[in-house]
């Protein structure tokens, strides 16, 4: 059954420069915090890193504009409109194509919000069956 995991990170650009520790041939790679290079392989992180997993689009929907509010002060301003995002979010999530927002905040950090589909059709991790979902 498709749902969605939610991922998020917050941290500088010199860590997200770190390519080797976002690939998941890296031994680093589970215990590594940055973001993978690869949407889909935020299911091969430890299940500790989900921040929510959702069975419907619009509660992956509304958990991207809540942690987008969180941050939208410390954003720079123009950029493509919240709404735009969010009605692009719910078609491309419906349609089981992963959703992720990268962003530059003010003082060189950058932050990555992620819906990932699970089952994913574009990467070949497992999905998670042997964990727990946890539920927003």
């Not at 993978?36 to 959702?54: C, V």
């Not at 991207?64 to 409109?81: C, H, I, N, T, W």
């Not at 349609?95 to 990467?123: A, K, S, Y």
Request: proline share 8%; glycine share 10%.
């Amino acid at each position: 059954m498709m749902h969605w995991h939610a991922y998020q990170w917050v941290g500088t650009g010199t860590d997200r420069e770190n390519e080797a520790e976002r690939r998941p041939s890296s031994p680093a790679y589970a215990s590594s915090m940055v973001p993978p290079m690869r949407t889909g392989d935020w299911l091969a992180k430890p299940a500790s890193r989900i921040a929510g997993t959702f069975h419907e689009v619009e509660q992956a929907v509304g958990w991207l504009a809540g942690e987008y509010g969180k941050v939208r002060d410390a954003l720079p301003s123009g950029g493509v409109p919240v709404e735009e995002r969010l009605d692009s979010a719910r078609d491309l999530l419906s349609r089981g194509v992963d959703v992720q927002w990268g962003e530059w905040l003010h003082g060189g950090r950058f932050v990555t919000l992620g819906v990932i589909c699970c089952p994913n059709r574009h990467t070949s991790h497992p999905p998670f069956s042997s964990m727990i979902l946890r539920p927003i």
